[in-house]
């Protein structure tokens, strides 16, 4: 094992075409002595990588994990204590519906050092490529963004908080909803 700690660079992907890849994304892939990709990661973008990199498939489809969380944190720890530069890859954002916070908050706990890249998200880039715009000061000023699943470890976690203005007189109000989560497997 190497007395100096690797680090892990949690780095999104963006939405599949490798022209929405960041620049700083592009730029660890061609240093990364480890990449461990998910599987909505474009195979096209791992041409970028370095010739003797390893590339670990960590594939995990809603209801179908090849490998579970628990040994993508295991490898994650891992290669960053034999001291290598490990990019985790994940497609689109690694924080918007990704998992990044769960990784990222793994490694704080295991003291390894970590940068989270953010990656654009298919959330804003479906609709840009459509001539959808998300928000329009004439027509939607407000953004939410909700996601069907949660924790089965922690049901009921899916809270909305949201500030609602309701007129110019009244100012802004704070509102609170829960959403009602039944934890039922989909049809």
């Given at each position: 094992m190497s007395e100096k700690k690797g680090k892990v660079y949690i780095v999104g992907a963006g939405p599949g075409d490798p022209g929405l890849l960041t620049l700083r994304a592009a730029e660890l892939l061609k240093k990364a002595d480890v990449i461990i990709r998910d599987a909505l990661v474009n195979p096209a973008i791992?041409?970028?990588s370095k010739q003797d990199a390893t590339i670990i498939h960590a594939e995990k489809r809603c209801g179908e994990h090849k490998?579970?969380?628990?040994?993508?944190n295991q490898l994650m720890l891992k290669y960053a204590l034999e001291g290598k530069m490990v990019v985790r890859l994940k497609g689109g954002d690694p924080c918007t519906f990704g998992r990044g916070g769960e990784e990222a908050y793994?490694?704080?706990e295991n003291n390894i050092p970590f940068?989270?890249?953010p990656g654009v998200s298919s959330l804003q880039a479906v609709p840009a490529y459509a001539g959808i715009p998300l928000t329009h000061r004439s027509a939607g000023s407000v953004l939410t963004?909700?996601?069907?699943?949660?924790?089965k470890d922690n049901p009921g976690a899916n809270r909305l908080f949201s500030s609602c203005r309701h007129s110019r007189?009244?100012?802004?109000h704070d509102g609170?909803?829960?959403i009602a989560a039944d934890n039922r497997e989909p049809d």
């Open positions: 791992l041409r970028l490998m579970p969380q628990e040994e993508i793994f490694l704080a940068e989270i890249v963004v909700v996601s069907g699943y949660e924790s007189d009244k100012g802004i609170y909803i829960e």
